[in-house]
Each structure stands twice: as C-alpha cells, then as structure tokens.
C-alpha cells in the first residue's frame, strides 16, 4: 500500500469514527463567549499568539467601544470619531482591546507574514488604497501606510506565496492583481488580468468579487469567479490553464456567496512527488438574486457542492449536494481535515437586508467518507440560536473550537432591525469535544518549534485513556486563515507525512516521527497549528514556525 493510500485509509477510518461519535452524542455543542466585543466581527484573523482580531469598518456609525485611552480621532474625511471599530480578543480570558484605526475597513482583506504580522489592505472610500499593519504584541495598534496599493481593492482576495509576499487580486472594477508589501521595483507593477472581467455577470451585479485563491502545490495560483476557475502563474503573468465551467448555473462569489476550501494536501516522504490538490466550493444562488432581493423577492439559495481536482490532466467536477440550501457560508477546515460549513441564509444574497431564513445548523463534511445509497459525506449539527448572515465570520481556534462572529445585515448598527447587529462571539464545539472522548495531549517537539523544509521531527504525544492498541494517528498542519464575506484566506490544512507508526515511550506516551512539508510551494513561510489526530480526535494545536 503507497503512503497516500495508507493516509487517505486513515481519514477514512477517523472520519467513519467522528461519523459514529456524532450520531452517539449532540453533534457538537454551542456556547456563549461573548455577549459583547464593542463591534460587529465582519472580519477576523487568528494571531500566533492566540489572540484574535477583529474589526468592522468606521462608517457603521458609533461602535459599542470606545478608542484606547479615551481619545479621538479625526480621520481624513475630517470626521472626528472617538469610538473603536477594531478590538485585540483574547478567546481564552475574553478580555477585549480597543484598536485604533483611522481608515475604512469595509469589504477589505488580509493576510499574516512569515514574521507573524498581520497585513490588511484596502477597504471602502478613503481606505481602499490602504496597507495595515499590525504586530502581535502586548500594547501594539495598527499602523496604516495610505498608498501602500496602486489601485483601489474593495471587495479584493489576498494570498500568501512561497517568497512571503502576497498577491492581492481583483476588486471592484479592479481586472488586475498586485504585490504587497511594496519592497521591489516588480512590486510597482500593476499586473492585468482579464478573466476578471470575462467573469462577471453585470457591472452592476459582479458576482466575481472576493475571488477563491488557493496556492497549488507546484506554486501556480488557481483563481474561481463566478461559475469557473484558471491557473495562474503568477511569476511570470501568465494564465496557464482553463477549467470546466462549474456546473448547475450557480453563480459562487460576491454578492451571491458561496464559499471554498483547498481540501488536505496529503504529504509523502517522497520529497520529489507533488500531492493531488482539489478544491471544494459550496453554497451560493442564482446570478441576478441579488437583484430581485433588492425588490423584496427572495430566491432559495443553492444546495449544490462541487470538487474539482484542480491538479489533474483533464480535471472535471464531481458534483454533491449539501442537506440545507445556504449562501454565506463560512467553510472551516477542521483539525481532522474534515469542513465545519457555518453561518449562512437560505435565501435571497449577501449585501444589506438582502439575506433571509437564517441557516442556524452548521454541517459537518468529511471529505473521505465514502458515498451509498443510504449514507452522505455530510451530517447536520446543532443549531446555534444566534442567526448569523451577512458579514458574519467563523474561525478555527487553537484548541479546536470554532469562534463564530458578526453578522450586521445593517447598513448601521442597529438592533431593532429584522436580523440586528450583532456584536456577540460564540463558539462551537464540533463532535471530538464529546465528554465519552479522551484528546491527545502534545508534550513536546523535538528539536523544536522552529521547522525547516524537509526537516525530520519527533512529536511525543500523551493519550490519557488506556489503549492495548494506540489505533491510528497522524499529524496535521493548519496555516491561519483571514476571514471576511465567507471566505477564509490563506486557509490550508497539510496531512504530514510520518516515518513510521507511533512508538510507546511508557505508560500512556507516545512519540513519531514526523517530515516537514518539502517545500514553500506546499507551506508558504510563516506560522502553522500543529495537531496529532487519534481515531479523529485532534490534540490542541501547538504553534510552530516554517522558513
């Protein structure tokens, strides 16, 4: 059996096991963190520190919090404002920090350096030229360089790359793509790209914006809009493939709002094979829904689910269909490698007072289950009680929670609305938390946390209940994701190749041999969480770093 066959096997088998513990139990759980954060979470970020942040954007009128210190601001529209629209959360302690930033946020987008920093750019009016910044440490606050991008990004897509740079593409009106931060003469440049404008359905009703980027493992960089998909090499600006059009007639980005995750990359010790890639996209509506939610007519959101294996010679999609129609779905890749699809309405689009029937009930996908007649790759879980539409965002944590935030279907804070603003977080348990279940504890990485490509690392592991046999294990690397309009940025999950099977130190500890992903191409630079995975429960993440 090949080592991809024998992980794919695993998957399965933890998947077929969290599959039996969710039908035993409550099929995850939910719980208040948070009445109030001081603003609407419409975007939100994980920082190797743990900490979360978060923001809206300055013209929602008065948040709940005001700016640090008791100061105000006057911004360049000459608006004095003394209120915070972006805090520092801490999920652990749910202490909160106000933020200061003097530029419009609205519909931006952003990623973490390697060095851990987060970058933001772009935004509404004023603030659509804007890089920030922002450093994860005790008292830092965002720093903003107000011509850090050539052209306007709102409504942009952004996308960490092997060299540690990111790609910004698209936008409004915006048929180009770009480099930040600005540190070479090529970073000037302004790169056109057409498809941007082959994609959308009208001026008016793009439905291409927010575009799904996702990092191949050979370094091109796949681009969806709409209802179809390229391959482009970015180095040399050159498109050099086009994918089958999505089918069903359903249109999957901005403001019909599917969502997309690159499923795992299942990594050998081969350093010389690239894995199969594919990409999953779910949910959105039909083209012109945007348009009759704005006369008050509300059409049922898709079902429809495709993958496409976006590495194959001739690729083709492999169509599926989720239980409940939903459009802004958040879609998260679990620790397990399996999709958490949260938040969401199931009918009408994305965009003020445009989304109804909220979609309460997360679903639970798990990419490697098999198909019958009588059995799907998905399961219905809980609901929440806390109905979460447009600009609402949902985030991986640490521990392997779920944080869920936002939803201000509102052009202004208001919480008399049909669907108020809404400034609380919850979070939510997925099946692994259940109480019958024992979780693997990581103890400790040797040499340490500091990885290079290739390295070899041992990773000793402790399972508290006793096992006559450990059962199966693997490893698995998640890069934290910049969320925004149901789509997670930067999002990937990585299922480490091993040396061998897991060896009993004593008792109840373990340690294996683990291979660091081979190249930049497969883990861009910068931060990862580092799960071990026992008969599908994940351990909590342990931060480590890759250059």
Request: proline residues 7%.
């Given at each position: ?205 793009p439905n291409n914006l927010y575009p799904f980027l996702h990092l191949t493992p050979g370094g091109k960089l796949f681009i969806f809009a709409n209802d179809r998909a390229i391959l482009l090499d970015h180095v040399n600006n050159k ?309």
């Amino acid at each position: 059996m090949t080592t991809k066959s024998l992980v794919c096997l695993i998957l399965v088998t933890s998947s077929l096991f969290t599959l039996a513990l969710g039908s035993q139990t409550h099929r995850g759980k939910w719980k208040l963190l948070k009445r109030s954060i001081g603003i609407s979470a419409m975007h939100m970020q994980l920082l190797p520190n743990d900490k979360i942040i978060a923001f809206d954007w300055k013209g929602s009128g008065p948040s709940n919090i005001s700016l640090p210190g008791g100061k105000c601001v006057v911004d360049s529209e000459t608006t004095t404002d003394c209120y915070s629209h972006s805090v520092e959360f801490d999920p652990s302690s749910r202490r909160i920090r106000p933020l200061t930033i003097t530029t419009d946020t609205w519909c931006s987008s952003g990623a973490l350096l390697p060095n851990g920093i987060l970058i933001q750019s772009g935004g509404f009016r004023l603030g659509d030229r804007v890089v920030r910044s922002f450093t994860p440490c005790a008292n830092c606050d965002w720093v903003e360089k107000k011509n850090g991008l050539i052209t306007s990004r709102w409504y942009a897509s952004n996308q960490i790359l092997p060299n540690g740079k990111i790609i910004v593409v698209g936008g409004l009106n915006q048929f180009n793509y770009e480099f930040i931060p600005k540190t070479s003469t090529s970073d000037q440049t302004l790169y056109q790209l057409p498809f941007l404008k082959e994609t959308r359905y009208s001026p008016l009703i793009p439905n291409n914006l927010y575009p799904f980027l996702h990092l191949t493992p050979g370094g091109k960089l796949f681009i969806f809009a709409n209802d179809r998909a390229i391959l482009l090499d970015h180095v040399n600006n050159k498109v050099v493939k086009n994918y089958p059009v999505m089918p069903g007639g359903v249109s999957r980005n901005y403001p019909s709002t599917g969502s997309s995750v690159l499923l795992p990359l299942i990594l050998s010790s081969n350093f010389n094979n690239h894995p199969e890639a594919e990409v999953f996209i779910c949910g959105g509506t039909v083209p012109d829904s945007n348009q009759m939610a704005n006369v008050g007519v509300f059409i049922a959101a898709s079902k429809s689910c495709g993958r496409l294996v976006i590495t194959a010679n001739n690729p083709s999609w492999e169509m599926e269909e989720m239980p409940l129609n939903r459009l802004m779905g958040d879609m998260i890749l679990l620790p397990t490698g399996d999709v958490l699809i949260i938040n969401g309405a199931a009918k009408g689009s994305a965009g003020w007072y445009a989304g109804r029937e909220p979609v309460l009930n997360p679903v639970l996908y798990r990419p490697d289950a098999p198909i019958t007649a009588k059995t799907s790759r998905f399961e219905i879980m809980s609901p929440s009680k806390i109905p979460r539409l447009y600009h609402s965002t949902a985030h991986l944590l640490s521990d392997g929670r779920v944080l869920v935030g936002g939803s201000n279907p509102n052009s202004n804070y208001n919480f008399t609305a049909l669907y108020p603003t809404e400034l609380s977080v919850e979070v939510f348990y997925p099946p692994y938390f259940s109480p019958n279940v024992s979780r693997p504890l990581i103890s400790k990485i040797n040499p340490g946390t500091n990885l290079e490509y290739k390295q070899k690392f041992s990773m000793h592991f402790h399972i508290h209940q006793w096992h006559e046999e450990l059962g199966k294990i693997y490893v698995t690397m998640v890069a934290p994701s910049f969320t925004s309009h149901s789509y997670s940025m930067n999002q990937r999950l990585l299922v480490l190749a091993l040396d061998s099977e897991a060896q009993k130190v004593d008792f109840s500890n373990y340690v294996v041999d683990v291979h660091a992903p081979a190249t930049a191409t497969l883990a861009p630079p910068g931060y990862y969480q580092l799960f071990v995975v026992h008969e599908g429960v994940p351990s909590k993440g342990t931060w480590v770093h890759i250059k």
